[in-house]
């Protein structure tokens, strides 16, 4: 194996199997980073959601995704011609990945790709030992990106940097703009009849490290979605009634199995409740 992804790799502990499938979906999100990087796809977007939070803002679960989003709209953004690039990069660390554009079938903002190899092949450049045999020869690894070319208002944007797989700079939102994405998907996610508690996860996490909220930027996102009227004036004790209000709906047992597999202490899940998340929202602070 490189050197440089033996290195990316050993820096968490994989244990099962799950783990070190996630642990190479890791290594493969950060090459698709840097990439993109030297592409020069920071100039005009910028990364977030919870992978950006995992990577560099410390965030203790995994996180599956990239998602990116336009500085400025441009329903013209050509996203495609990144994606020769990204193969390259990747093919560069001899990986066999192939990079592919989901071809949508009904109009939206979003544009999505996927990475996508062979898991037992990579399994044994990864983790060269009887693990491999425990996957399927037909299983793939697949690391979806997407890219919102029509984003809301108000975001504010950081530049961050990384050494691995070599040194390399992004865009990002900042923590109150990520915080006003998250708290958009907490209130008005479609979780029907699986709760994603990957997002009260990552709502505690927020509150634990006092980000203060962007919310003219939650409000954006709010309008976008029709969940706000675009001349409303948003506050904070209005976001608070919104989350209480959602609280009370919420099936916390089948939220808590939605995040236990993508973190480590499930003894942190114990305290949920509607009473912890309204009490916790006090803090909520902008």
């Given amino acids: 194996m490189d050197n440089i992804l033996k290195q990316m790799v050993d820096r968490h502990e994989a244990v099962t199997v799950y783990d070190k499938k996630n642990r190479i979906k890791e290594v493969i999100q950060e090459i698709v980073l840097c990439g993109l990087s030297r592409g020069g796809f920071f100039k005009n977007a ?3 959601g919870g992978t ?8 203790d679960r995994f996180s599956e995704d990239l998602d990116f989003s336009l500085k400025k709209p441009d329903e013209k953004f050509d996203f495609s011609a990144f994606l020769p690039i990204l193969e390259k990069e990747i093919r560069s660390y001899g990986l066999n990945f192939k990079v592919e554009e989901k071809k949508k079938t009904v109009d939206s903002d979003i544009k999505s790709a996927f990475v996508k190899g062979n898991t037992k092949e990579h399994m044994l450049i990864f983790f060269p030992n009887p693990a491999q045999n425990l996957v399927a020869s037909n299983e793939a690894i697949k690391v979806k990106f997407e890219v919102d070319t029509n984003p809301p208002a108000y975001a504010s944007y950081e530049n961050k940097y990384q050494l691995l797989p070599i040194p390399y700079q992004i865009a990002l939102y900042d923590m109150p703009s990520l915080f006003a994405g998250k708290l958009h998907a907490v209130l008005c996610r479609g979780w029907k009849d699986r709760v994603k508690g990957r997002d009260l996860y990552d709502y505690v996490f927020y509150l634990s490290k006092m980000v203060p909220l962007n919310i003219k930027h939650l409000q954006a996102r709010l309008a976008q979605t029709g969940h706000v009227d675009e001349t409303a004036s948003l506050t904070l004790q209005d976001v608070k009634a919104l989350l209480q209000s959602r609280f009370a709906a919420i ?14 202490n499930p003894d942190m899940l114990d305290m ?14 902008i």
Avoid: C, H
């Avoid at 949920?272 to 602070?285: D, G």
């Fill in 52 to 59: 950006a939070l995992r990577i560099f803002y410390g965030l």
């Fill in 251 to 264: 099936d916390f047992e089948q939220a808590k199995q939605d995040v236990m597999p993508f973190i480590k």
């Fill in 272 to 285: 949920w409740s509607k009473e912890f998340f309204v009490a916790i929202t006090e803090n909520l602070q």
């Fill in 46 to 48: 910028a990364f977030y």
